[in-house]
């Protein structure tokens, strides 16, 4: 019984590996594929941001992040240049506390 026992816990633990295996694959070909795309879904753009796309939409509802939609549809679309650009700025003002201020106020709309 003993053998039989640390056989299937062996299987269990290979089932997990190959999972994780899997996933890291997945991911990382996504994160390949972001580099040869200059338009990025709100889903693409967050992973490029690494931030979560809820967050992502908030960046662009207050302005601080330009995106797209096409005329009649829903979906909004980022450049890869606005991304960087977004990276890459310096803060309009360096004052800590409106970037304080702007985190708690999007974390606040979020607990609602």
Do not use: C
Request: net charge neutral; glycine share 2%; charged share 35%.
């Amino acid at each position: 019984m003993k053998d039989q026992e640390r056989l299937q816990l062996l299987e269990t633990q290979v089932s997990v590996l190959v999972n994780s295996q899997k996933e890291f694959t997945s991911k990382a070909l996504q994160l390949l594929a972001l580099s040869a795309k200059t338009i990025y879904s709100k889903e693409e753009a967050a992973l490029f941001l690494n931030l979560d796309p809820d967050y992502l939409y908030q960046l662009k509802f207050h302005g601080k992040l330009k995106a797209y939609k096409k005329k009649g549809q829903k979906k909004i679309y980022f450049r890869k240049e606005d991304l960087e650009n977004y990276l890459l700025a310096e803060s309009e003002n360096d004052d800590v506390n409106n970037y304080e201020e702007f985190e708690d106020q999007i974390t606040s709309k979020w607990k609602k």
